[in-house]
């Protein structure tokens, strides 16, 4: 009897590895520890395989577990029973690409791996001159995942015309946003995706050493990671031939010891080469002169992971999705007060309103929805009256927002959006690295200017646009050049929360 059950640290938190060990107690069960499906609010998630396919059981508690198999293979009948899994409304309203085998596979199984698809467009590229690589990536119209947007393309094109005596790729792993968990479920459910990505990536821009930075925070995906390296490297996936080319690539994971900051590319590599995490000025810039001065690629680990996709199916078909020039698709990560939260992958286009209202279930609380931060700490608030903006980069743009690393935290009527937009000038004064004074001092005045707010000071508003103006076209990096996104947005559409005879109300 085969069942399935997600080690990913969600479902590890919910109680997972209390359910697996209560399944090696029952007689004839073979247990496969898999990555997430996504959906959290039914972790821990087991599956059982049926005639009709993997069924689904959730949310399964280990004192539930002896009773459920004490008739034989549990069944539809079950109570717990929610129908296939693949069947589920969640999943069948997803276009999975990326996450495809997430929850599926075993993570450290490379037959499993290669038997779900794995490898097929890393073989397609050996075949490949580098050019061509980069030419499939730019058609597919793959733009960075990472927040910034910037076409995968055209940065591996740069590094690939670049002549140095060595050349990196390094995976920015350092995943900080809050609300934000799609880089950590990939490495913990399909790490060797991430691998492919990378090695496709070295072969197209003639890099043969590879970096993944990792968070000091993720120990599951540490773990995860460095297995997956090693078991790589002894299958020939990775080393001085990859797969019996002759070409040589390999991977190290490093990792950091917790900065926000260092999600910013150069901040990251001055980390990487053991400086302190500044941000560097620009030009110039680290496809040219990255990591120790050498030419380097710098994605994240969405954007990595979609690439063994575009050279599998071809940059035509993934390019025929999305929505303008958001192409492909996109993993978004609901959080806060909702109903169902999780990792729902999807092409570009769905409106605020599908995903919160009808994809997210609305709230947990069942208050109204009052506002919706997409794209971290640093993105923008979105009322009610907004959420027909469809999810793409230069649609969240107009709209003064951005996607980001596509996390969607949902709030209730019961927020005070005048301490979420301290909150926001509070974080990144806590996170600035102190290079850039309109960062550095400009969020430390923000908080104060808040506090003068709250106490009654309506002419400090004005002050308060002043201040972030400055700090939007002032800073070094989009640390403090996206701080005032939460803050404005914060203001503008619910100026109510600003006013002192209301919140005295």
């Known amino acids: 009897m085969r069942v399935w059950l997600s080690q990913d640290a969600a479902a590890k938190a919910l109680g997972a590895e209390a359910v697996a060990a209560a399944l090696r107690a029952v007689p004839g069960v073979e247990l496969v520890r898999t990555g997430s499906r996504g959906m959290v609010w039914l972790e821990p998630l087991l599956e059982v395989e049926g005639p009709e396919g993997r069924l689904a ?54 037959e499993d791996y290669s038997a779900a698809g794995g490898l097929v467009g890393l073989r397609r590229a050996l075949g490949m001159a580098p050019e061509e690589v980069v030419a499939e990536v730019t058609a597919s119209g793959l733009r960075g995942r990472g927040g910034a947007g910037f076409p995968t393309g055209v940065k591996w094109e740069t590094v690939r015309g670049a002549r140095a005596d060595r050349k990196y790729v390094v995976c920015n792993a350092d995943e900080g946003d809050s609300g934000t968990f799609a880089d950590r479920m990939l490495m913990e459910g399909d790490p060797f995706c991430l691998i492919e990505g990378m090695a496709i990536a070295g072969l197209a821009v003639g890099a043969e050493r590879g970096l993944v930075y990792l968070r000091s925070e993720y120990p599951d995906a540490i773990r995860m990671m460095r297995a997956a390296v090693g078991l790589a490297r002894g299958a020939g996936v990775l080393g001085a031939s990859v797969l019996g080319s002759g070409r040589a690539f390999d991977i190290e994971v490093r990792v950091g010891a917790g900065a926000y900051v260092c999600g910013e590319e150069t901040s990251l590599l001055n980390s990487l080469e053991g400086k302190r995490p500044v941000v560097r000025a620009k030009p110039p810039l680290p496809a040219l002169e990255g990591l120790f001065g050498r030419p380097t690629v710098v994605n994240n680990v969405i954007t990595l992971a979609s690439v063994p996709v575009v050279l599998a199916r071809g940059a035509e078909v993934y390019a025929g999705l999305g929505l303008g020039r958001s192409r492909g698709t996109i993993p978004l990560q609901i959080a806060g007060n909702v109903q169902f939260g999780g990792l729902f992958e999807a092409g570009f286009g769905l409106t605020l309103s599908e995903i919160v209202d009808d994809i997210a279930g609305g709230t947990a609380s069942g208050r109204p929805v009052k506002a919706v931060q997409v794209g971290g700490p640093l993105g923008a608030y ?38 979420q937009a301290r909150f926001a000038m509070e974080f990144c004064a806590v996170e600035s690295c102190g290079k850039c004074t309109p960062c550095r001092i400009g969020s430390v005045r923000g908080v104060e200017v808040l506090d003068r707010i709250r106490a009654g000071d309506a002419q400090a508003v004005t002050l308060l646009r002043d201040l972030c103006e400055t700090m939007t076209y002032g800073s070094l990096c989009a640390l403090g050049g996206f701080t005032p996104y939460p803050v404005l947005s914060a203001l503008t559409h619910f100026p109510q929360d600003f006013q002192r005879d209301r919140r005295a109300a």
């Open 57 to 110: 059981f959730g949310a399964v508690a280990a004192e539930e577990v002896a009773e459920l198999f004490s008739r034989g293979v549990p069944g539809a009948g079950h109570p717990r029973c929610l129908g296939p899994t693949e069947e589920l409304p969640w999943m069948r309203r997803q276009l999975r690409l990326t996450f495809a085998r997430c929850g599926v596979i075993a993570p450290l199984s490379l």
């Open 382 to 419: 979105f009322p009610r009256g907004q959420f027909d903006v469809r999810f793409g980069y230069e649609e969240y743009a107009e709209r003064d927002g951005l996607i980001g690393h596509a996390g969607i935290v949902v709030f209730d009527d019961t927020v005070d959006m005048l301490e």
